[in-house]
């Protein structure tokens, strides 16, 4: 399980607690006819709201990381993966490590939907809203991030095992209802079904100077990823 999913199942939790409360308080409002009752069934129920909008959140970040994590497990024996690491020293988590014979990679999984534009390290995303107004959602620069936690791979990669491996970044859409238009990017973006393709017939420096099983093990340690 991710840690995504786990916080995505905090919040649910927390948010069905809440509207337990509310409604509790409710009731004991229309029996007593207190005003105070009413008030914190009114301060739950808003509560709960809050829980509830970050289940959803973390939910749909979530439902992306499983999904690739489903496409990974195609991948033959050869190849390792460690989902959802957190390199000591860092803040941030690796969706996806992939260790192969043909190299070394790390995967950023998105779930965005809407219409997505990418020119070099610059996104953009379009959204319709509920009431079908166009609005400019957040995306950052997904590109930029996994470049980023590349390299990060790469210093830990130097320092524990004492040499250079080239550390190839992917971004994957894993969003079906997402529309891409993608120019001039400098990582690769995919589709999940696109990604084992992907990685089996890359051609990266070999990865023969170090054991990747070791690596594997190393890696293990900082997995958020529990089964």
Not at 55 to 66: D, L, M, N, V
């Amino acid at each position: 399980m991710f840690q995504s999913r786990k916080k995505a199942n905090n919040y649910r939790n927390i948010g069905i607690f809440f509207i337990f409360v509310a409604l509790l308080s409710f009731l004991l409002g229309l029996v007593s006819s207190s005003v105070v009752a009413y008030l914190i069934a009114l301060l739950f129920f808003i509560a709960s709201l809050f829980f509830f909008e970050n289940c959803e959140t973390w939910g749909i970040g979530a439902q992306g990381e499983e999904k690739v994590a489903e496409y990974l497990a195609f991948l033959n024996k050869s190849y390792y993966i460690i989902n959802d690491v957190v390199l000591p020293g860092t803040k941030g988590n690796i969706d996806h490590i992939v260790l192969g014979p043909n190299g070394i990679f790390v995967i950023e999984t998105k779930n965005h939907k809407g219409f997505i534009t990418c020119s070099g390290d610059w996104w953009k995303q379009r959204k319709i809203g509920r009431r079908g107004t166009p609005y400019l959602g957040n995306i950052g620069s997904p590109s930029k991030q996994v470049k980023r936690k590349a390299v990060l791979l790469n210093r830990f990669i130097q320092n524990r095992f004492k040499t250079y491996l080239y550390v190839n970044g992917i971004v994957v859409f894993a969003n079906a209802k997402a529309r891409l238009k993608i120019i001039s990017p400098t990582v690769s973006v995919l589709r999940p079904q696109e990604i084992c393709d992907f990685i089996k017939y890359y051609r990266s420096k070999t990865t023969k100077n170090i054991n990747l099983k070791e690596l594997e093990a190393e890696l293990k340690l900082y997995s958020r990823f529990s089964q």
